[in-house]
């Protein structure tokens, strides 16, 4: 089933290069395709057998530089299925602790092209905080809005990869774990009832 999918991925991909070089003309031609092929990848991966699948890509995107959060489709995975809690958990961990490692690798590529094209080392003094706590700031790296850019600086300062790394999963599964039972037992259905109900 997975195939037929990336075949048409492949094919609305060409279509869509091709557009961009001969005109809007090949564009409109293409991007009802590429409309039905997101249409049939997210129906694909809204099956139950691919939730886990489905949760490893969200994580590992929303740990990227793009503003996804992943904490719905972990939680409304363990809502559905909660025997699966556990390795949900550890599913999301690894997708967004190597979501954050790609955002390691882009800092340190960008510190390595800037260094090569100003034929000097770049060391900006705003980061200076961060060296002085080393790969142990990568802990925060679940936080939102700062956490993403925390992986990319922890690149671009060349801290350890493998430490950084570690300090990004534990950070990123106590967050995972720690959000999705709050959500699932402290502010379960009945709760907010009972709170609406008294108040």
């Not at 075949?7 to 609305?12: G, L």
């Not at 939680?75 to 958990?89: A, I, Q």
Request: aromatic share 14%.
């Amino acid at each position: 089933m997975f195939l037929p999918v990336w075949q048409e991925y492949r094919r609305s991909f060409a279509l869509t290069c091709l557009s961009f070089f001969f005109g809007r003309n090949a564009f409109s031609f293409c991007l009802p395709r590429m409309e039905n092929l997101l249409h049939t990848l997210m129906q694909t991966l809204a099956l139950p057998q691919y939730g886990l699948s489905t949760v490893f890509v969200v994580a590992f995107v929303s740990a990227t530089l793009l503003p996804i959060g992943s904490e719905a489709a972990v939680y409304g995975l363990v809502v559905l299925n909660p025997s699966l809690f556990w390795p949900t958990m550890l599913v999301a961990t690894l997708g967004n602790t190597l979501g954050g490692a790609v955002s390691w690798w882009m800092g340190l590529e960008a510190h390595n092209a800037v260094d090569k094209l100003s034929n000097k080392h770049t060391e900006l003094r705003a980061l200076a905080w961060l060296q002085h706590f080393g790969p142990k700031a990568c802990f925060l790296s679940f936080l939102p809005v700062i956490g993403d850019p925390l992986c990319a600086v922890a690149g671009w300062l060349k801290m350890p990869f493998w430490t950084c790394l570690s300090w990004m999963a534990v950070g990123k599964l106590l967050r995972y774990v720690v959000l999705t039972a709050l959500l699932l037992w402290v502010l379960s259905p009945e709760w907010v009832a009972k709170v609406l109900q008294a108040g």
